[in-house]
């Protein structure tokens, strides 16, 4: 997702750094006209992300450890994303915007020893932890994640959505605007995909 978000950014105007993991994606990343910036946020911690922010207007976090391993999960998809914001705060970029998963919350249902628990319990807390900041937070709850082709339309909660599939590239899209758009400033949006153009599902009438 965070690959086909890159060249819309750039083509919408914006200066876009990547902060990647990986060296090896350097070139891929570069293609898209982001500048890549190899940092490995697993190990950095406030101080360092905070110089890594500097200068910038708004974050994306869409860092993830990628399952498989909890204690890894916890340490990316919670600990990183927890001294993510209070870098933002300390380095004064206060738009936040978290890509999350639709079923994000504190009583997430995930039973302890379901292989999904530890990645539902990083999610909900730092979902939570943004969401008691100071920052322009944006929670983006996408339903599962597929490869088809965008859309340009989507469901939220708010219109009745409940999860179900959404892809990559139109979640890519609601980033874009959520950026854009004031009205999505300190709201937690549950989506997938659906009939509703983005722009509109994204408003202030679609989102009260």
Known sequence: MALMLLPLLVEAGHEVTAVIRDPGHRAEV?????????????????????ELFAGQDAIVWSAGAGGGDPA???AVDRDAAIRSMDAALRS???????????????????PEGHGFFPYAEAKAAADAHL?????????????????????????????????????????????????????????????NAG??????????????
């Open 195 to 208: 009939a509703t153009p983005i722009a509109d599902a994204l408003s202030e009438d679609d989102l009260a």
């Open 92 to 110: 004064g970029v206060r738009r936040y915007l978290m890509v999350s998963y639709f079923g994000s919350q504190i009583e997430h249902g995930v």
């Open 30 to 50: 570069a293609a898209t006209g982001a500048t890549p910036v190899v940092a490995d946020v697993e190990r950095l911690g406030v101080a360092e992300l905070a």
């Open 72 to 74: 890894r999960t916890y």
């Open 131 to 191: 969401a008691a900041t100071d920052l322009d937070w944006t929670i983006l709850g996408p339903s599962r994640l597929t490869l088809d082709p965008p859309t340009g339309r989507i469901e939220t909660a708010n219109q009745g959505a409940t999860a179900g599939s959404v892809s990559r590239a139109d979640v890519a899209a609601v980033v874009l605007r959520a950026l854009h758009e004031p009205a999505t400033i300190h709201r937690t949006i549950r989506f």
